[in-house]
């Protein structure tokens, strides 16, 4: 699947040169806000402080806010608090980690990404490793020594962030995967299919969902993202909870 980076830094954006050293870690955190909150603090005037490359909005929209090529300002640490620091990779190279990581903001409190969210989280790592091994040559693999959370560098200062709720172990494993966990087709036999029909097409005839979803299932080109997308709006009407049942992947 195709997603679409949206542009948001501007001058004020905080950055500084990578003094040629190349990305080699991605960064996880938590805004603590809404997604139009990061954007109007990271391209303030007023801001002095932070900054991160990505944010991902809970409606999977992506913000980039600093080039992958700059550093960003978001897991800077001061001499003093390194030997707290518990992620191997920050402990061995001993510099400011901002000089060799990419950081992902996600919108929301406490870590409990919806699943349009966690879908693009996965996508943008995707892209940030082939976006550092089409311009270095480098590989940035998938595993905890490389992917980590900001808890793992400021474990004082920042014990909540990305947050208790973060799916680190599906995370994981979705990197882990070839594809996108939403490229993949439902894999089902003919009779699954038929029974996921059944489901959809009752749920049409309610008036629950619109019709596009059971030609998906006629079609067998409906994906799993998509199939948990409409059983939560099957769900949420039949509680009388007005929900937007567009297909999220466009
Ligand atoms: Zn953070």
Redo the contacts with the bound molecule.
């Keep these: 699947m195709t997603r679409e980076i949206i542009w948001k830094g501007n001058e004020h954006t905080n950055s500084n040169d990578r003094g040629g050293i190349v990305p080699v870690a991605i960064v996880n955190?938590i805004s603590a806000g809404t997604m139009s909150s990061m954007d109007s603090w990271f391209r303030s005037p007023g801001n002095q402080v932070s900054s991160a490359h990505f944010g991902v909005a809970k409606d999977g929209r992506i913000h980039q806010y600093v080039k992958i090529e700059r550093m960003a300002w978001?897991n800077g640490i001061t001499a003093d608090r390194f030997p707290l620091v518990t992620a191997p990779i920050v402990k061995d190279l001993g510099i400011n980690p901002n000089l060799y990581t990419v950081s992902i903001e996600h919108e929301g409190t406490d870590g409990d990404l919806t699943e349009e969210q966690f879908q693009a989280s996965v996508w943008l790592h995707r892209y940030i490793r082939q976006y550092v091994r089409d311009k270095w040559g480098k590989d940035l693999p998938f595993d905890d020594y490389h992917v980590i959370g900001?808890f793992q560098i400021d474990p004082v200062r920042?014990p909540n962030?990305p947050g208790p709720k973060f799916p680190w172990s599906r995370l994981y494993k979705a990197l882990k995967n070839e594809e996108d966990e939403d490229d993949m087709v439902i894999k089902a036999d003919d009779w699954m299919w038929k029974q996921i029909y059944n489901i959809l097409g009752a749920a049409y005839n309610q008036g629950k969902i619109e019709w596009q979803w059971c030609q998906k299932v006629l079609d067998r080109t409906l994906t799993p993202a998509e199939y948990t997308h409409v059983l939560a709006v099957i769900n949420a009407r039949a509680q009388g909870i007005d929900v937007d049942a567009e297909n999220p992947a466009g």
């Design positions: 955190h978001a900001h920042k962030c």
